[in-house]
């Protein structure tokens, strides 16, 4: 008799859909927080492997900053489609005009920071009791620290001395009125998890993860496309390079890699030859103060 | 390829998360920005210039204080395994935290002083190694650089240890004499020991 054992990434596959399953036993009003990007898109690969043959029995919701890749918008809309989900968008624009609030400035004036506002509005108007979101304990220090059910208070903050114990595969949803839960099924994969996983299972990606052409310009060491949500000053060369994107966010505050790999396995390679982390060369917004993260997720960021 | 998930555990100050950090440092599995955050943070000169600790240590209270608060898990891959490594408080008031990362651990690492040798922490965390039946320990008696490599230094922890594992139910128990600060017997084999 040959012995039953999973693999590494079968295992992770294990964790997450049983993670997935319990949110949707403990939980009135899950939503899957989706923003195009290849973590929330595993997200939802998963959760239709863990209810199949029925649909994905919460929607998905967008909060849309409105500086998004087109190619972004039109893959979410065609995965949509096909697999029938729900998706409900809430644009910070909107969130923008209804408190009042300012719109950033500068040359890369990111509304990331805004999207707290309307994920706690949206919350609120959803009621919902837990967001289900792609965070990796690998991606950022404060990230790597959060239990896998991580409690928000009624005002959707985190109290990361404050914890609650998560022993074994025993997640506890139980929360008082008002506050709700932040459930992260790929806590435990890595970067390197998440693209082995999409080259297994054939996972189809928005195209700006793969080498193509584009208009950026240089910014401090790093490659900005061209976009009418930045400034483009005197100073800044317009460069046309050949890049790809690791991780998906704004257009404000996410940066390119230049490569030439157009294919899932030619993109591992250069992830697993990298020296470099994911948010280190992708992002700009984590760069402005140590604990950037941890403030962020403190004041109730995903 | 599969999954080891192991656990450091011991008292405060027994070296727990600068152990991790030399463990991903000498294995090369730091990147570039990582190190060069760390560099900046440090202030610990002596070990070449940065401290091993930062890299779990993830929260500014941590970081103010010099502590371990709340388990931090960091990963990292050889060819033939994917490692998952918990990095647990010694503070007793934060024994829940310690108890969240040790649930899902096969292997817990016990860090003892080799100046202190056994103390309290080390037979709290060993019960509760014990009680959550994890399957291999390997107790690693750590500051070895403190004590002159001293061989009876290490035998004496050896005995001491022995009789808090009488009453307990672990059963795989490795002993390794380390120095987690100078890099001894943590990737490499030291010729000191």
């Known amino acids: ?302 | 390829m599969d999954i080891l998930r192991f656990i450091t555990a011991g008292s405060v100050d027994d070296g727990k998360s600068t152990l991790i950090g030399r463990l991903l440092y000498d294995s090369k599995n730091i990147l570039i920005d990582q190190l060069e955050q760390l560099e900046r943070q440090s202030k610990n000169k002596e070990a070449g210039g940065i401290d091993l600790a930062y890299l779990t240590d993830g929260l500014r209270a941590e970081r103010e204080q010099g502590i371990t608060i709340d388990v931090a898990y960091r990963y990292f891959s050889t060819p033939k395994r994917k490692f998952i490594i918990a990095d647990a408080p010694g503070h007793v008031q934060y024994t829940r935290n310690m108890i969240t990362g040790a649930s899902n651990a096969n292997l817990i690492i016990i860090l003892i002083d080799a100046r202190q040798g056994v103390v309290e922490q080390t037979r709290r965390h060993s019960i509760i190694a014990s009680l959550l039946n994890i399957p291999h320990v390997v107790i690693a008696i750590n500051k070895m650089d403190l004590v002159e490599y001293s061989q009876d230094v290490f035998n004496d922890i050896v005995i001491d240890y022995a009789e808090v594992l009488k009453s307990l139910n672990l059963h795989d128990v490795h002993y390794i004499p380390v120095s987690a600060l100078n890099g001894d017997n943590i990737v490499e084999k030291s010729s000191r020991t």
């Open chain 1, 1 to 302: 008799m040959s012995e039953y054992r999973l693999d590494y990434l079968e295992q992770l596959e294990t964790e997450s859909i049983h993670i997935f399953r319990e949110i949707a036993a403990q939980f009135e009003r899950p939503v899957l927080l989706f923003s195009g990007g290849k973590d929330s898109i595993t997200l939802v690969h998963l959760a239709r492997k863990a209810f199949a043959p029925g649909k994905i029995p919460f929607p998905l919701v967008h909060i849309d900053t409105g500086h998004n890749f087109p190619e972004a918008l039109e893959f979410r809309d065609r995965l949509v489609d096909q697999i029938g989900a729900n998706l409900i968008v809430r644009k910070v624009e909107q969130t923008i005009k209804a408190r009042n609030l300012t719109e950033p400035k500068g040359k890369f004036a990111s509304r990331n920071w805004l999207q707290t506002y309307t994920l706690l509005d949206t919350i609120e108007e959803l009621k919902c009791d837990a967001c289900i979101g792609g965070g990796r304990r690998d991606e950022e220090k404060a990230r790597a620290k959060e239990r896998i059910f991580s409690v928000r208070d009624e005002f959707g903050q985190w109290n990361p001395k404050l914890q609650r114990p998560e022993l074994w595969s025993t997640y506890n949803g139980r929360i008082h009125k008002g506050e709700n839960v932040r459930a992260f099924p790929i806590s435990n994969w890595t970067e390197l998890d998440v693209w082995n996983y999409i080259r297994k299972g054939n996972i189809a990606l928005p195209s700006i993860y793969f080498a193509h052409e584009r208009e950026v310009i240089e910014h401090e060491g790093q490659l900005v496309a061209v976009s009418p949500f930045i400034r483009i000053d005197d100073t800044d060369v317009i460069l046309k390079k050949n890049v790809r994107y690791r991780t998906v966010g704004d257009m404000t505050c996410t940066a390119a890699v230049e490569s030439n790999a157009v294919t899932l396995d030619e993109v591992v390679n250069e992830i697993i030859l990298t020296r470099i982390s994911e948010r280190g060369e992708t992002r700009i917004d984590d760069k402005v103060t140590e604990a950037a993260m941890e403030d962020r997720k403190k004041g109730g960021y995903f």
